[in-house]
């Protein structure tokens, strides 16, 4: 199966968590898996981090870790995916050596040229519709994302608010992967396990 999943973690870790991420990495559409936790103590990420470890090696999907390089790399993470204000992006670039480092360039031509300088593993693109997780984010521009599908070998990873019907429109406009989180953490209809089926 053809792995076209970025997958972001709930905003809250409870204690079923690690049962349904291993039940949704398990249908094998999964190529990444972000620990996204704003506001929490280092600590708490590390321990979380040790379980999720486990489940992502399990099932053969890189684990990343958003915002924090350094921490990324002391609990042995596969990579950091790094927003505009997470820099700076040279000294992560360095510390991550062989590591994955990911960008968000918003819907920005320039952006994406300057991230591109920093020979990120992919860039980040959106957001292309109204998101949960952001909902104050600015609008993707879906000529964006075919310009840097079409400018860039690196991977693209398209975000914001996808789900079961709108995500296929964002493959066909050279988005190599997908970025989901609520549909799979916060659908009333579907549990994850089940929510994840949907992407093929």
Request: aromatic share 12%; hydrophobic share 40%.
């Amino acid at each position: 199966m053809k792995k076209i999943v970025y997958l972001l973690s709930p905003k809250y870790i409870d204690k079923n968590f690690y049962r349904n991420l291993d039940k949704v990495l398990s249908f094998g559409n999964t190529a990444f898996f972000q620990l996204r936790l704003k506001n929490t103590e280092k600590k708490r990420i590390s321990s979380i981090s040790k379980k999720v470890n486990l489940i992502t090696k399990r099932h053969k999907v890189k684990f990343i870790l958003n915002d924090n390089y350094k921490l990324a790399i002391k609990i042995k993470a596969d990579g950091c995916h790094m927003g505009q204000q997470d820099g700076p992006f040279e000294l992560a670039r360095k510390s991550l050596k062989g590591k994955i480092l990911g960008i968000t360039c918003h819907s920005s031509k320039m952006l994406t040229k300057k991230a591109l300088s920093f020979n990120p593993n992919y860039i980040a693109l959106g957001s292309f519709y109204k998101s949960k997780l952001k909902p104050k984010a600015i609008k993707g521009d879906f000529d964006i994302l075919k310009w840097a599908t079409k400018n860039t070998k690196k991977s693209v990873v398209a975000i914001g608010g996808i789900n079961n019907k709108n995500y296929k429109k964002l493959l066909r406009y050279g988005a190599k992967y997908i970025a989901i989180s609520s549909f799979i953490w916060d659908n009333p209809k579907l549990e994850p396990e089940l929510a994840i089926r949907m992407f093929k």
